[in-house]
């Protein structure tokens, strides 16, 4: 029978690729972490000026089944064999170590897969470290609430609940509800369900939520500017401003002009290790060098 | 000097480490707002789609008292004992609340992960808003019960009012059990898969449909050990106190309060001990 085009591009004919498991004790192969890729970790403070965060020998490791499936043959040999097998852990950071001071603003900087969210996560203490540490003044917060908002409820409900997730308590709601309201332009709709709301509305609704939170320590990912194009430039600056009043703010974005305008430090993370901390000019020049 | 002292120095503290029991409990208090309206948000969500509402959290009680009531009545013939309706409706309103509390408990962490995820709030507000979920539940399934003990012939006394001390106390143990289910789950996800047995056993072995002095009499000494199975004194104090002529056993106060007590605050312990674990990925 001879083959159609259609028949090569018809997803139902070529089953999804499955990568077959892993069953060895010998992973060295993955991820192996070269002795002089580690830098040995002296932190040194300076003195003179406020130290808010401290990353110490930072190590975060994740444990994934290499099939992708979490049980099937994997899992009932696992029940058999006390050793871990087809299991494959990831060193996702290997050995961070930076101080972050007062009234700074550090760009985190790297390709996809390199260890920049991992490495926000660890910092907001949502990841625990395999080893080392992150000392803070201050509970570093993340920009976001929408995993405590519930789809059936009224979007005035969810602000409700939002403000009270993010650490306010109900007097602070009510003084903020408008001006939420006002800001996710919601004010017709803010008592219909959000399951209702176009994902545009409901990204509004949650970005307006998470906005309205001061921090001392902020951390901001870049794809946070959601919605249309005019919305999407008042969430721009609003998150300009919140970076303003926060004390220290880590932003990371794969924008080059957006972190040379706003950051006045640079860390570039490379394959989980950090390969170079300083100027943003000096390191975004070194990291657009590597990437040719 | 260590990092840890340098950080110190500065006043710097380590994010994500667990604080002392103290702290944690006075950060949880300062969170109840938002446990409540956690708690009154789901009450509202979980019915919204059907089309009876909140009517069902009656109903479904309801229908299976009247489902257990048939058949272990024709089963037990004339062991059943008087009144034996309100002895069924009492017993299955009353465990729904055991029910609910130990399954959603267990999955209050797991089930909950992107908000364990996203946000940085003492993790033991979630079982506590599950238990506030399943008491806010449970106040409508009370007003019924009471109404469904007056059509059935029980004429209504003071002593119903002892019914608010009692499920006081139910609550605090089955938080106790939530917290302890809760942590189970985070290390060995297969548990909430044999929950259901578990539950639907205690079910069976704590006097919800059958009274142990008399299914029991042969055996003196399971009796015995009946006297201090705290579902089952709990739901006894609550016989005693609403039916006509149930026996009143002061005694079943102490094991109820003592178990509850007890089960907190192992519970509470070995839910704060595991704090920096939630969330994590494996």
């Known amino acids: 029978m001879p083959i159609s085009f259609d028949d090569l591009i018809n997803p139902e004919l070529h089953p999804e690729y499955e990568p077959a498991p892993i069953f060895s004790d010998d992973t060295s192969f993955i991820d192996v972490v070269k002795p002089e890729d580690i830098k040995s970790s002296t932190l040194t403070v300076d003195e003179t000026r ?61 390709s996809n897969g390199s260890g920049k969210s991992t490495l926000l996560r660890a910092i907001t203490g949502l990841t625990p470290p395999a080893d080392g540490s992150v000392y803070a003044r201050s509970r570093p917060s993340l920009l976001g609430v929408g995993a405590a908002l519930i789809p059936d409820l009224s979007g005035d409900k969810n602000i409700t609940l939002g403000g009270l997730a993010l650490g306010y308590n109900r007097e602070q709601v009510e003084q903020m509800r408008e001006e939420i309201t006002k800001f996710a332009e919601l004010e017709e709709f803010i008592d219909l369900p959000m399951r209702t709301y176009s994902s545009g509305m409901a990204a509004r609704l949650k970005f307006a939520i998470a906005a309205s939170k001061e921090h001392d320590i902020l951390i901001v990912d870049e794809a946070l500017a959601v919605g249309d194009a005019k919305f999407r430039k008042r969430s721009e600056a609003k998150i300009r401003e919140i970076r303003e009043n926060a004390g220290t703010v880590f932003l990371v974005s794969h924008s080059m002009n957006s972190i040379k305008e706003t950051c006045n430090r640079c860390i570039w993370i490379e394959k989980g290790v950090q390969k170079m901390d300083g100027d943003p000019d000096t390191v975004i020049k070194a990291y657009q060098q590597h990437k040719k | 000097m260590t990092v840890a002292e340098e950080a110190d120095k500065f006043g710097l503290h380590r994010v994500g480490a667990r604080p002392s029991l103290g702290d944690y409990l006075r950060q949880t208090w300062e969170r109840r707002e938002f446990i409540y309206e956690l708690a009154k948000a789901r009450v509202q969500k979980q019915n919204q789609q059907n089309r009876l509402g909140m009517i069902w959290v009656v109903l479904k009680p309801t229908m299976n008292a009247i489902m257990y009531g048939v058949i272990f009545g024709v089963l037990q013939g ?8 309100v002895f069924v409706v009492i017993g ?5 609340f055991f029910t609910s509390s130990m399954n959603g408990g267990a999955k209050s962490i797991t089930g909950n992960s992107a908000l364990v995820q996203s946000l940085s709030f003492p993790r033991l507000s979630l079982p506590v808003a599950q238990i506030t979920q399943n008491l806010l539940t449970l106040m409508p399934m009370v007003a019924v019960m009471f109404i469904y003990s007056m059509i059935l012939g029980t004429t209504p ?21 939530a ?22 056993m205690l079910f069976y072995t704590s006097g919800v449909l059958f009274s142990v002095d008399r299914i029991l009499s042969h055996w003196p000494w399971l009796v015995t050990v009946f006297d201090f199975h705290p579902l089952y004194q709990t739901l006894q104090l609550a016989r005693a106190m609403i039916m006509d002529n149930a ?18 605050v192992v519970g509470l312990i070995f839910f704060w001990k595991a704090e920096e674990r939630y969330g994590r990925a494996n």
């Open chain 1, 50 to 110: 406020t130290p808010v965060v401290m990353v110490d020998n930072l190590h975060v490791k994740y444990q994934v089944f290499s099939s992708g499936k979490a049980l099937g043959n994997a899992g009932a040999r696992r029940l058999l064999q006390p050793k871990m097998r087809g299991v494959r852990t990831v060193h996702a950071l290997k050995g961070i170590s930076f101080v972050a001071y007062e009234n700074e603003s550090i760009g985190i900087i790297g």
């Open chain 2, 247 to 264: 026996e009143y056993n002061p005694m079943s106060w102490l094991v109820v309060g003592v178990w509850s007590l007890v089960i907190l």
């Open chain 2, 78 to 85: 004339d062991k059943k004992g008087p009144d034996f309706p």
């Open chain 2, 157 to 177: 006394k003071w002593s119903w009012f002892g019914i608010i001390p009692l499920i006081a106390l139910f609550s605090v143990f089955n938080m106790g059990v």
């Open chain 2, 92 to 96: 299955v309103f009353l465990f729904e």
């Open chain 2, 179 to 200: 917290l302890i289910c809760a942590r189970i789950t985070v290390h060995v996800r297969d548990f909430t898969q044999i929950l259901p047995l578990v539950t639907r």
